[in-house]
């Protein structure tokens, strides 16, 4: 396959990706799967989206990263194309490894429940307070602990694959409670069921 070959290839790739608005934080453009997958290529290190993926998809995202970065190094809309193809696959294997259907990236702004919102800034800023009035008084205790929880564990090295996922797992516990979700449902190496909710590291 010629070089020219591979970006069409590539181009078309993501058209058919790119099918219709994802519904879920983490599937935005300004969400933080996506912003943790060009943080990767930009620092050429692939444990950075590992997090996101279980463990039966480690290969496959492996693969497409070595890839993209590969013709990332040409430059110009090559590079593009590539970052583009990276992330859209990065989110789809994401997705799958969730038992969920991937229905492409959402431009950044897109809407997000408030609760969710909140839930993001209150990780970044170390403290629960976005959330107040958000959450029922009884729901209270319970989103303290969980948010508690996170912040104990969110600071971890990037190659710390262990200690990455137990974090994800953590706040996306937190994620889900905030959103109104009471009962988390485990699969693969242990993230919570986070279709909706998604927070940052």
Known sequence: MTFTTFLRTLAASITRLVIRPASAHCDTADGPAVIDGRRALSQGNVNIALKW???????ELRA????AQRVRAVGGEAALLAEQWFLENMVRIHRAGEGAGYDGIKPAGSAVP?????????????SIEPLLGLIDAERWPELEKRFDKAIALKKFDDNDLPAARTYMEAYVSFFKYAEGH???HHHGHG???????????
């Not at 993230?191 to 590291?201: L, N, P, Q, R, S």
């Open 53 to 59: 993926v279980m463990s039966e998809g480690e290969d």
């Open 64 to 67: 497409t990263f070595d890839r």
């Open 114 to 126: 408030p609760q969710v919102r909140a839930a993001d800034e209150a990780l970044e800023r170390g």
């Open 182 to 184: 009471d009962h988390d």
């Open 191 to 201: 993230h919570a069921a986070h279709g909706g909710g998604c927070g940052h590291h």
